[in-house]
């Protein structure tokens, strides 16, 4: 015996369109397959709360669902035919439905009843009726990195079996990565497929959770030491410069990355520094550069103050 619809969405019969689709909302985000990637029993739950909002969610099918129950599919049919109130109610002046189509306590006819109406002829058309061609639907969604970082909600329109349109609300989950296909099953009829494209971020390079960003340092405090501001997810942080450091070393700010999804872990911030030669120098200036140059004369040309610069990599939490 099918489900309540009601009941597979935790509400009354008389809970208004907010609260079905509040409940709706709640169930999917507790049965979603990228939430129970192991669990079948979760995943065949959804597919069910998924059927039932797309009945009691939708006001037309609702008012269907109402009157004639687990038979609202075939509701036209049995308003053409003067169906009754409610599955199996009275109508038409009292007449019962099962009685009128063989059921009830006169002779019963060969077909079988009132549920033999729409599969008669050997039972062909109860088969298809049962086992309908699924309709497969495939798209992208694009995201920012940001909206990686906290997850986002997206609502896509689909086409329908009935040629309507069918609005979906989608959970694009926190620590998406890029390529990661989100499967919706809204009923037992439609299979959407979404593959998630995470928009390139001018301030950061992606490598899993873990992030990496370049970050310019004037020469004079790579030489003496300072500070310098790193960008992160959630604004700009001070990261201390030591004296010395050469062009290109890394430094890790540990938890300042990404999400990992389905994990309460977070990855790591990588700063790179890019040492910054000055463009024009002042005649004083070029002066003590000259200065500091014959100071530093007799020294190997590689260790000239303004010669290349090292790369290295260190971690600071």
Same mark, same amino acid.
């Given at each position: 015996?099918?489900?309540?619809?009601?009941?597979?969405?935790?509400?009354?019969?008389?809970?208004?369109?907010?609260?079905? =689709?509040?409940?709706?909302?709640?169930?999917?985000?507790?049965?979603?397959?990228? #939430?129970?990637?192991?669990?079948?029993? *979760?995943?065949?739950?959804?597919?069910?709360?998924?059927?039932?909002?797309?009945?009691?969610?939708?006001?037309?099918?609702?008012? +269907?669902? +109402?009157?004639?129950?687990?038979?609202? =599919?075939?509701?036209?049919?049995?308003?053409?035919?003067?169906?009754?109130?409610?599955?199996?109610? !009275?109508?038409?002046?009292?007449?019962?439905?099962?009685?009128?189509?063989?059921?009830?306590?006169?002779?019963?006819?060969?077909?079988?009843?009132? !549920?033999?109406?729409? $599969?008669?002829?050997?039972?062909?058309?109860?088969?298809?009726?049962?086992?309908?061609?699924?309709?497969?639907?495939?798209?992208?969604?694009?995201?920012?990195? +940001? /909206?990686?970082?906290?997850?986002?909600?997206?609502?896509?329109?689909?086409?329908?079996?009935?040629?309507? =349109?069918?609005?979906?609300?989608?959970?694009?989950?926190?620590?998406?990565?890029?390529?990661?296909?989100?499967?919706?099953?809204?009923?037992?009829?439609?299979?959407?497929?979404?593959? #998630?494209?995470?928009?390139?971020?001018?301030?950061?390079?992606?490598?899993?959770?873990?992030?990496?960003?370049?970050?310019? #340092?004037?020469?004079?405090?790579?030489?003496?030491?300072?500070?310098? /501001?790193? @960008?992160?997810?959630?604004?700009?942080? !001070?990261?201390?410069?030591?004296?010395?450091?050469?062009?290109?070393?890394?430094?890790?700010? =540990?938890?300042?990355?990404?999400?990992?999804?389905?994990?309460? /872990?977070?990855?790591?911030?990588? *700063?790179?520094?890019?040492?910054?030669? @000055?463009?024009?120098?002042?005649?004083?200036?070029?002066?003590?550069?000259?200065?500091?140059?014959?100071?530093?004369? $007799?020294?190997?040309? $590689?260790? +000239?103050?303004?010669?290349?610069?090292?790369?290295?990599?260190?971690?600071?939490?």
């Amino acid at each position: 015996m099918a489900q309540n619809y009601y009941d597979l969405l935790g509400v009354n019969k008389s809970a208004s369109d907010k609260e079905i =689709k509040t409940a709706y909302r709640r169930m999917a985000r507790k049965l979603h397959p990228d #939430v129970n990637p192991d669990d079948d029993r *979760a995943q065949e739950q959804f597919k069910k709360v998924n059927e039932a909002y797309e009945v009691v969610g939708d006001p037309a099918r609702r008012k +269907d669902y +109402d009157q004639y129950g687990d038979n609202w =599919k075939h509701a036209d049919q049995m308003r053409n035919m003067g169906g009754g109130r409610g599955p199996g109610g !009275a109508g038409m002046g009292g007449f019962n439905l099962n009685d009128l189509f063989g059921g009830g306590g006169g002779q019963r006819a060969s077909g079988g009843g009132f !549920a033999d109406m729409f $599969g008669g002829m050997g039972g062909q058309a109860r088969q298809q009726h049962q086992q309908p061609q699924t309709m497969k639907h495939k798209g992208t969604i694009d995201v920012s990195l +940001d /909206e990686v970082f906290t997850g986002a909600t997206r609502r896509i329109s689909i086409g329908t079996n009935r040629g309507g =349109k069918k609005n979906l609300e989608v959970e694009v989950p926190r620590g998406v990565p890029d390529g990661r296909k989100i499967r919706l099953r809204p009923d037992s009829q439609t299979e959407v497929t979404l593959t #998630v494209n995470v928009r390139s971020d001018k301030r950061f390079s992606r490598e899993g959770a873990n992030l990496r960003a370049d970050i310019g #340092v004037p020469l004079l405090d790579a030489i003496l030491g300072g500070e310098a /501001e790193v @960008p992160t997810m959630t604004g700009r942080i !001070a990261l201390n410069i030591p004296a010395g450091t050469q062009n290109g070393r890394s430094f890790k700010i =540990k938890g300042r990355g990404l999400p990992k999804m389905n994990s309460d /872990e977070t990855g790591d911030l990588y *700063a790179t520094v890019k040492v910054r030669l @000055p463009d024009t120098l002042s005649e004083e200036e070029q002066k003590l550069y000259s200065q500091l140059r014959e100071i530093r004369n $007799g020294t190997p040309e $590689g260790d +000239d103050l303004v010669g290349h610069f090292e790369r290295g990599e260190e971690d600071t939490e």
